[in-house]
């Protein structure tokens, strides 16, 4: 280590890791198990901070999110990982083999390796209620919590190909469906979206949402803005996504890294970007998500 100008020792690591879920602490764990330095930086900002349990997890039947993210930093520190609660605000290159990571509280951190796992951000339907059901009765993710709405009142918040696919994927479990775009155009470009829908008898309204009525965690109906009420018991929304680093400069867009035109970051077989020696890993990149 050496002294910063303020006093304070600046750290040097064979490997940072920007994001503490479940993929930036699963490189921790096997670097660590290696021998490697490592140290792991998180915001403490978990893309899904309200799901209720993660279902379909080996071993592990609805174990919090937290919990396990808990577990993971247990194992971390057991391995000698350094783990730092903190805001990456910026990373610069010095060479092929030397990284330096601007942190918001804390000293800059020196890495020869870096491995960006910031994950991705939900963006949110706009609809009042909907922050008091999120992970009970509301909820993105068909795989995770379609078994919960078997044969029930099910309402999907959403528009255009997304929300069809997301309404077609739940009658598995159920077949009382309603699609609502809230007030957008309900973007059934393509024949065989509206011919899919009518097989099923999925109705689509375009009527603005005023809120959805609830009584803690229970969904009683969505309420609209001309007045009519729509029973409901579960709500699943066909939300946008983008990188956590969408806005501003990320670290991403600032060490050059290739994205593809979902601006996910492109990597090859092993994980490494277009940057040598920069790493990218779990929601950041293109293929499947995790609930953790």
């Not at 290159?93 to 390796?113: I, P």
């Not at 919590?145 to 255009?160: E, H, P, Q």
Request: proline share 5%; hydrophobic share 35%; with cysteine.
């Amino acid at each position: 280590m050496t002294q910063a100008t303020d006093g304070r020792s600046e750290q040097y690591f064979d490997v940072a890791i920007v994001g503490g879920g479940p993929a930036g602490l699963s490189a921790a764990i096997w670097l660590g198990r290696y021998l490697h330095s490592v140290v792991l930086v998180d915001s403490g900002d978990p893309r899904n901070w309200e799901t209720r349990g993660i279902n379909g997890f080996l071993g592990l039947p609805g174990i919090r999110p937290p919990e396990i993210r808990e577990r993971g930093r247990e194992e971390c520190r057991s391995l000698g990982v350094t783990l730092i609660d903190d805001v990456a605000v910026r990373a610069t290159q010095h060479g092929e083999e030397a990284f330096t990571l601007g942190l918001e509280e804390h000293v800059d951190v020196h890495a020869r390796r870096l491995l960006v796992a910031i994950g991705l951000r939900d963006l949110w339907p706009d609809v009042p209620g909907l922050e008091h059901i999120y992970g009970a009765n509301a909820h993105v993710c068909p795989d995770c919590d379609g078994y919960a709405c078997r044969d029930r009142k099910t309402v999907v918040l959403g528009a255009g190909r997304r929300a069809v696919g997301l309404a077609l994927t739940l009658t598995t479990w159920t077949r009382d469906i309603v699609i609502c775009t809230d007030g957008e155009p309900p973007e059934l470009d393509r024949p065989e979206y509206c011919e899919k829908l009518d097989a099923l008898n999925i109705p689509v309204l375009t009527e603005p949402i005023k809120r959805v009525t609830h009584d803690g965690e229970r969904i009683y109906s969505i309420e609209f803005d001309n007045g009519m009420c729509l029973d409901a018991d579960k709500v699943f929304f066909a939300i946008g996504q983008e990188p956590a680093d969408a806005f501003g400069d990320g670290l991403c867009t600032q060490l050059g890294c290739e994205r593809d035109e979902a601006g996910s970051v492109v990597v090859d077989a092993h994980g490494h970007t277009s940057v040598r020696n920069v790493f990218a890993a779990g929601d950041i990149t293109p293929g499947p998500q995790l609930a953790v």
